[in-house]
């Protein structure tokens, strides 16, 4: 399968119909092999605009949600960033492409797909990541402060240690509400003072955690 072409031609779609208009990110996108994040018994789908699953009852996000999330996230290139989800690592690697002078933690509770995103990252070249295996809610306080905190996994409210790990100027973007419906919140620190932002509905697999589900 010509997975090249199949990828550049879903990142047009992404642009034409809006979700795509960053520079920085429609290059990630079109860089970063999707297919290659996924179990061989779904790489035929992987520019197919849906969620897939990925074992250990995770999916991979659709990829209209992950231009949604990284175009919301901002991301500049100096930037340190802070995932919770790993899941596969597709969606650290696409923030790893554009933050080349930065570097990208992220958390996963998984042990397998830790290893999975550990291994696919290290063999697509992306030396700025390193995953973790622990508690998402409670961030990575030893690696603090993060200018970007991106959460892939459903809250039911915004997890305190997430908010604390940021840095000024920085934003939190966070699914938050029911484990069947979520608000994607953009949570923004400047000046020592909180603001929120409602970005829309969305739908992604529960945060467990102590601060979570």
């Given at each position: 399968?010509?997975?090249?072409?199949?990828?550049?031609?879903?990142?047009?779609?992404?642009?034409?119909?809006?979700?795509?208009?960053?520079?920085?990110?429609?290059?990630?996108?079109?860089?970063?092999?999707?297919?290659?994040?996924?179990?061989?018994?779904?790489r035929?789908?992987?520019?197919?605009?849906?969620?897939?699953?990925?074992?250990?009852?995770?999916?991979?996000?659709?990829?209209?949600?992950?231009?949604?999330?990284?175009?919301?996230?901002?991301?500049?290139?100096?930037?340190?960033?802070?995932?919770?989800?790993?899941?596969?690592?597709?969606?650290?690697?696409?923030?790893?492409?554009?933050?080349?002078?930065?570097?990208?933690?992220t958390?996963?509770?998984?042990?397998?797909?830790?290893?999975?995103?550990?291994?696919?990252?290290?063999?697509?070249?992306?030396?700025?990541?390193?995953?973790?295996?622990?508690?998402?809610?409670?961030g990575?306080?030893?690696?603090?402060?993060?200018?970007?905190?991106?959460?892939?996994?459903?809250?039911?409210?915004?997890p305190?240690?997430?908010?604390?790990?940021?840095?000024?100027?920085?934003?939190?973007?966070?699914?938050?509400?029911?484990?069947?419906?979520?608000?994607?919140?953009?949570?923004?620190?400047?000046?020592?003072?909180?603001?929120?932002?409602?970005?829309?509905?969305?739908?992604?697999?529960?945060?467990?955690?102590?601060?979570?589900?």
């Amino acid at each position: 399968m010509d997975f090249a072409s199949k990828r550049l031609k879903l990142v047009e779609k992404l642009i034409k119909n809006g979700y795509l208009k960053t520079d920085s990110v429609i290059s990630a996108m079109r860089k970063v092999p999707r297919e290659l994040f996924l179990p061989l018994e779904v790489r035929d789908s992987a520019y197919v605009d849906t969620p897939l699953p990925i074992g250990h009852n995770q999916t991979i996000s659709a990829p209209h949600m992950v231009a949604i999330m990284t175009e919301s996230l901002k991301v500049e290139s100096s930037n340190k960033i802070l995932e919770i989800g790993s899941g596969s690592g597709y969606q650290a690697a696409v923030l790893a492409e554009i933050a080349q002078d930065g570097f990208v933690c992220t958390i996963e509770r998984i042990k397998p797909l830790v290893e999975w995103a550990e291994m696919k990252l290290h063999e697509c070249g992306f030396e700025n990541t390193s995953v973790f295996e622990s508690d998402g809610t409670l961030g990575l306080p030893g690696n603090a402060p993060y200018d970007r905190v991106i959460v892939t996994a459903a809250a039911p409210h915004v997890p305190k240690a997430l908010v604390e790990q940021l840095a000024e100027g920085g934003l939190l973007l966070i699914p938050v509400g029911g484990q069947g419906y979520q608000e994607l919140k953009r949570v923004t620190l400047k000046s020592g003072e909180l603001s929120e932002e409602n970005l829309g509905g969305c739908v992604f697999v529960p945060l467990i955690g102590k601060d979570g589900w």
